[in-house]
């Protein structure tokens, strides 16, 4: 099997089919996140709590692989997210990159980067067009 079709299978069974059963067969013991996330995944950090708080957010979530890139034991992908948020009012569609390396057919490293900036706007948890508002150098602040 090659790396992409690996990681095919992990966003198929994972994100798609909600097969968390799965997580234990294709991590290594020793895997390493690097990316958005690393405060949250971290060494002994079970992975199905991060899959778990991701699909609080997000339902139906419908992961799709629109490019890869096999090259030894590392693969890189561009992948599409679709999803609803629990209320079915709205949509949300976002992109993200993973790279991966595998070892004896287990992912022992994983290097991510997902639009959470533009999936948090769609979910109205931060204001629409944040970044370009960002980019001027104004503050977003909160208040209740």
Not at 83 to 103: E, Y
């Amino acid at each position: 099997m090659t790396n992409s079709a690996l990681l095919q299978l992990w966003f198929e069974e994972v994100w798609n089919k909600d097969n968390l059963e799965i997580i234990d067969d294709l991590l290594d013991p020793d895997v390493v996140f690097n990316g958005a996330l690393d405060s949250v995944v971290s060494p002994g950090v079970d992975y199905k709590e991060v899959v778990t708080a991701m699909k609080a957010l997000l339902d139906q979530p419908q992961v799709t692989i629109t490019h890869s890139l096999d090259d030894g034991d590392l693969c890189m992908v561009r992948v599409k997210v679709e999803a609803l948020d629990h209320s079915h009012t709205r949509k949300l569609d976002f992109t993200g990159q993973m790279m991966v390396r595998v070892r004896n057919g287990k992912f022992c490293e994983f290097y991510s980067n997902f639009d959470y900036l533009r999936m948090f706007e769609q979910l109205g948890q931060l204001p629409a067009d944040s970044l370009p508002v960002c980019l001027t150098g104004a503050r977003l602040t909160w208040s209740d």
